[in-house]
DNA sequence: ATGAAAGCGCTAACAA
DNA sequence: TTGTTAGCGCTTTCAT
């Protein structure tokens, strides 16, 4: 591997000289850039980005931590992330955290040791941890598609309280009055915000302990077992809101392994709107988190944070959209 | 951040014993070692991993280079690698390369200028460049799911040719004759070698121009839209084969769009199996690659690679297996 | 406009 | 057993 060193003997100039040129820092005369450049054409020199990281204290790369790459939702908020990173020159270190808080921050551990400038975060629940780790490097972080109350850190999210509630009501508005709930992870901000939502626009006492609600756990399999669940303790139930588009596919499955028909016999809802959702049969009435533009923006916030580390952490909150399709 | 100098002068010793201690080179005695230790606790010392980079030539990061993080087989393979590198103190950079042979390149690039110690390519066609990008840098290069002919450089993957021959035997055995093919994406070898095991097993011309075969390209739109083009065109076929799960996946959708039952009017058969693929209904009958393990496996021989470069290449086939569900 | 030199935090070789 | 020191490849003053 050529070094800076090589390429400045072949061009017959200095080291210095050949990094201002390389960096666009300090004049250098046209004949003296030919030269260099020519050399670095000639050796096929490649600056370290090590030897750089070394000096500058950044390495230029971002990371993404996310509960679950197996969740479609998930790559496509990495896809807008790295998008927008590589624009930028940045390099994305993907972790998956497993929906285990102690995963998410050992990833966080890792991301500082690996001296990344800063992280992207859909938090599985220690939000706070991941900043204060990440923080003592003074890289900022952004969390997604979660709120992270009281934490000096940008945030960006649909509100899924309003998302939900918004679907209920016009589950409710179709004439459904017996509703099942299958509900994401425990402990997971969205998933408490859309369970609340749900109990809210239907107006029932979350004290109440025999609601149709069962924990399907934003996983295609816990959907189905979800559904099985709900609808054997609760046959007559016409309709069934899933936290989710994953569970509400799993949910889909086994209605249809049952021979029941959706959504002449029960209706169903998700949420997200992955792709999945509209191609599905029948295809998935849903509330809309656009994930790719969430990813994009974060990364976004997340670059402009680095760029001027003075301005304070800021807060976003999108609109999610009901996308009314055939499940309900 | 606390240096290796601030937790030399706390414990009173030289930078190399604190070397010594952290990295178990050399022999300390026990007090010295406590007191390092004690100094580390205290500052919360983490060892810079760039500064270390520089000196050993080694970042312990390898990268993983996919084709399409949306395709669930995709993300499974890279948990197996992540995994294995995980456990052995290895940092995964996970890139994908939305079936672009440009970007495949590209990405290869970055991770050299990363410095990334090897990769684990699927590759989209170019693996030689990738070798040789890589290759220049020292860096092994696995390549997974694919055969990489005449390259230096280990190689996994299953019998894709064996593994559709059966499947499309058995398809016959089943009695069908009029069987429809949705291929992959063209100039991808685990996709070639799919539709020539068909044509084979089907006794059929590859140069016949009336064949029943359609472009659907891994993706579920594609297989959505292969199978509504192939229907419209040989109305009578008995049995749609997918070159993979995604793609049967929307061959099912499309069906069951149209009404037609599956199997019993038009059977179905994909290839990865990929979770979904025993989640829908109808379950899909497919053949097994097991992504995970490929994923863990390929770290490992990468792993070891870098641990002793003198060994050459290996190549590992491994055998599929054909998972007989419903759908066909 | 350009070269020389200091130093980023660490490891490894060498002395002691 | 331990401390000191020379770099690793680069950026960035500081002279010139």
Known sequence: MATIKDVARKAGVGVGTVSRVLNGTGPVSPETRRAVLAAVEALGYMPSTTARAMVTKRTQTVGVLL?????????????????ACRQAGYTVILLSTDWDRE???SAAALLRRQGADGAVLVSVGDAAGVHAILGARGAPVVVVDRAAPGLAVSQLSVDHY????????????????RVGFLAGPAGVDSA??????????????????GLPVAR?????????????????RFPDLTCLVAANDLSALG??????????RVPDDIGVV??????????VHPALTTVRQPAYAMGYRAAELLLQALKDPGRGPVQETLRPE???????
Chains 1, 2 share one sequence.
């Open 162 to 177: 309003r998302g939900e509630y918004e679907a209920v009501r016009w589950v409710r508005s179709r004439g459904h009055r």
């Open 251 to 260: 949910a889909l499955s086994w209605l249809a392994r049952q021979g029941r």
């Open 322 to 328: 009901l996308v009314i399709r055939d499940s309900c």
């Open 216 to 232: 399907a756990g934003y996983g295609f399999e816990g959907g189905q077992r979800a559904a099985a669940e709900l609808l054997d």
């Open 270 to 279: 998700g949420f997200d709107d992955i792709l999945l959702a509209s191609l």
């Open 103 to 105: 995963r998410e921050l």
């Open 192 to 209: 408490e915000l859309r369970l609340q939502a749900f109990l809210d626009a239907m107006e029932w006492d979350p004290a109440d302990p």
């Open 67 to 83: 509960p679950d790459i197996q969740n479609p939702f998930f790559p496509m908020v990495a896809r807008g992330v790295e998008d």
